[in-house]
């Protein structure tokens, strides 16, 4: 006995010796002349996607041997706290990838190069510019590149909709249609539409837009709440769905967008509302013989989603925003913007990519209706409001969660939705 | 006073429950690591998986650097352990032998330690340690997680130290053997299922730790196990749940064999005996 945690000892010893041993791994700055290696924190998800990516940077990598770029794997789990402390001290990535709807505050703060001067007028050019004001700054700096956008579509079991008499086809999916649609489907203790609204906000406020919801007028902190009839357009809907159609399950109201996905190939409703990247699941997941379609964008007055695209930022005191830029250059051609896209199932933000994305799909699998839903994406009241998170967080989805579990009416939702901005923004 | 039949059956009853209860989780986990995506995504869920998928396995061991993540956790988490037993030990041997001012006011600070949140601290630390060029190395996080240990590290054996007999150490001094002497042959192996909780403790915590690896940590091949088992959750929810799984029984064979080699000293060898009334 004595003998063992002697061992044990000695053992523990050793290893804490071998792990104080351990190098600093950080690389110091680059004389003139000499390689610059940059690292790349890529938050790429799905397996394909990360194949694409590591390609990408091989590719860059054996074209440029004098700007070497180094993969490094992140998580959009943990991303913003890590980022903070990097910023804080002035260790973060070279090339950052994160979402325009995070970064807005790091680059209010400063902390993010702006990109304007470095990067080509190809890459301006090839994205929209509803796109580009999700990530500019108040003054007109462009302090990321867009890469892929999400948007919300309807998921529909095909033979469910076949066997209703439901047709799928047209350039858009009214609201009015997607309830008359839900309402035919619901019967024998089945419902019309699963609907994942755990986190409701950001499905509330990015489909919103298609009866011009604003939510907020004016930005940063001067931004006042604005909740009228059109911002609670959507919540009513599907309240009356829920509630007087009984054509939603009110159980996957209380469910995560993926949550739903088993009650949607059970057969336990035959539609449901999610962000188009769920198909990626669908692909993977679905049973044998199981098939499903993408129905066309909803609309409401219009088309118009928030877009809230993933992006590709610089450090403002990174030491090579400009090689940086390149990389980001190249990234955003289109053929490499398609891979990474077609691996996330996420829309790239060029026509160019999407026309790739398109042709290498044959539009089958809901590309079609997808890249279809991705044109109408543009920047939402908001993106540009300092305190949204915290809004979002504290108030809106407690809210709306009450209000989709049918505990307060339409008028108090509203009244709380108001309320609550003067007690975050005050 | 023999036991009743009908109550010794109600005993293995509860035990069996007791059983059930914790060992559910963990068959749950690793059936879950045997499935395919399909049953997954199946709306009646089965306790075991219809048909072994091995692939989660293969996923998760080539796709993330699982045994990469492994190794530097073990390696960290050892070494915080012993560096932590180490230092902890005289300390809690002074304030629980010798009576003196400071005796209160640390035992005041290592409560008062305990309550800042880490996020209060991270940045802070993160900046003491850069210049130190303690960042984004095993030892900066080492030191890091054994500065957090500490304070409950001390609260701990301060109290086995503490329930110790000093008439045993009276005796050992009478027999002429000197205070390192005595806390070496007569107190330590007396605090022995105390160093191995408080080792425990100390290695579970580090074992478990995301935060200060996530932001201390940034080049891919000093990740720990927290860090590695994260990249299988994704964007809006999304989670990999099979590689997910398996990644997670993988993460827990270490720890299982750690306690299962340290548990049975756990118990053994009280003071029972020790001193004679």
């Known amino acids: 006995m004595k003998k063992a945690v002697t061992a044990l000892m000695a053992a523990g010893a050793l290893v804490a010796l071998a792990a104080c ?48 770029v180094e993969y490094v794997q992140g998580s959009w789990d943990s991303v913003h706290d890590q980022l903070v402390t990097q910023f804080q001290g002035g260790t973060a990535p070279d090339i950052i990838h994160d979402e325009s709807a995070d970064i807005t505050g790091f680059a209010n703060q400063g902390y993010l190069a702006d990109l304007s001067e470095y990067l080509s007028q190809e890459t301006k050019d090839a994205v929209p510019q509803g796109v580009w004001d999700t990530v500019k700054t108040g003054d007109g700096k462009i302090v990321a590149a867009p890469t892929l956008l999400q948007s919300y579509v309807v998921f529909g079991n095909s033979a469910a909709l076949k066997q209703a008499g439901i047709s799928a086809t047209g350039d858009s999916l009214s609201w009015d249609q997607l309830a008359a649609d839900a309402k035919k489907l619901t019967a024998n203790g089945k419902y019309g539409l699963g609907w994942g609204l755990k986190s409701p906000t950001a499905t509330v406020l990015n489909l919103g837009m298609n009866f011009d919801a604003a939510f907020f007028e004016g930005s940063g ?62 692909a993977e997941q679905a049973p044998k013989g199981f098939e499903w379609e993408v129905l066309p964008p909803l609309k409401g007055s219009t088309e118009a989603q928030a877009a809230n695209p993933q992006t590709l930022s610089v450090p403002a005191e990174g030491k090579h925003i400009k090689q940086a830029a390149q990389f980001i250059d190249y990234f955003m051609q289109a053929d490499n913007l398609a891979a990474v896209g077609q691996g996330d199932w996420l829309i790239p933000t060029t026509q160019a990519a999407r026309d790739a994305i398109a042709k290498a799909t044959g539009g089958k699998n809901g590309w079609e209706q997808t890249l279809a839903s991705g044109t109408e994406l543009t920047k939402a009241p908001f993106q540009s409001v300092e305190n949204y998170p915290k809004w979002k967080d504290q108030i809106a989805t407690p809210a709306l969660q009450e209000f989709l579990a049918n505990k307060i009416d339409l008028a108090t939702l509203g009244q709380k939705l108001n309320d609550g901005w003067g007690q975050v923004n005050s | 006073m023999r036991t009743r039949p009908g109550f010794r059956f109600l005993q293995y009853v509860a035990v ?52 990469r993540g492994l190794t530097n956790s073990l390696q960290i988490s050892i070494a915080s352990t012993v560096l932590v037993l180490v230092v902890s030990l005289p300390v809690a041997y002074a304030l629980a032998r010798f009576r003196s001012r400071l005796r209160p006011i640390t035992n005041g600070w290592i409560l008062v330690s305990q309550v800042f949140p880490v996020i209060l601290i991270v940045i802070p630390l993160f900046m003491i340690l850069r210049p130190l060029h303690l960042t984004n190395t095993i030892p900066g996080v080492v030191i890091v997680y054994m500065v957090w240990s500490m304070p409950f590290a001390l609260w701990m054996l301060q ?40 080792a425990m403790f100390t290695f579970i915590s580090a074992w478990n730790e995301f935060f200060f690896a996530l932001v201390l940590l940034q080049d891919p091949e000093l990740k720990t196990l927290p860090l590695v088992l994260a990249r299988f959750v994704g964007a809006e929810g999304q989670v990999q749940f099979g590689p997910l799984a398996a990644a997670s029984v993988l993460a827990t064979v270490p720890s299982l064999v750690f306690f299962a080699f340290l548990q049975r000293r756990l118990t053994s060898g009280l003071l029972s005996g020790a001193v004679k009334g």
């Open chain 1, 21 to 68: 041993g351990g190098g600093d791994s950080g690389s110091g700055d680059p004389a003139p002349g000499e390689k610059v290696t940059l690292k790349f924190q890529s938050l790429a998800f799905q397996k394909s996607t990360v194949a694409a990516t590591k390609k990408i940077v091989a590719d860059w990598n054996a074209a440029h041997p004098d700007i070497q």
């Open chain 1, 221 to 282: 902190r001067d931004a006042k709440a604005k909740i009228g009839d059109a911002e609670l357009e959507v919540p009513k809907r599907i309240h009356a769905m829920a509630y007087t159609d009984k054509s939603i399950d009110p159980t996957s109201l209380t469910q995560s967008g993926s949550d739903v996905l088993p009650g949607f190939f059970g057969g336990k409703y035959s539609m449901v509302v999610a962000g188009n990247y769920t198909a990626q699941q669908m």
């Open chain 2, 16 to 67: 069996c429950c007791y059983l059930v209860f914790l060992g559910f989780p963990l068959l749950w986990l690793i059936s879950s690591s045997l499935k395919s995506p399909q049953e997954f995504a199946s709306i009646t869920p089965s306790i075991l998986p219809k048909q072994l998928d091995f692939s989660n396995y293969t996923d998760a061991l080539s796709e993330q650097g699982l045994v």
């Open chain 2, 159 to 198: 109290g086995y130290v503490a329930a110790v007999p000093r008439e045993l150490e009276e005796a050992a001094s009478v027999d002429g053997a000197s205070r390192v002497r005595t806390i070496v042959s007569i107190v330590m192996p007396l605090l022995r299922p105390g160093l191995i909780a408080t």
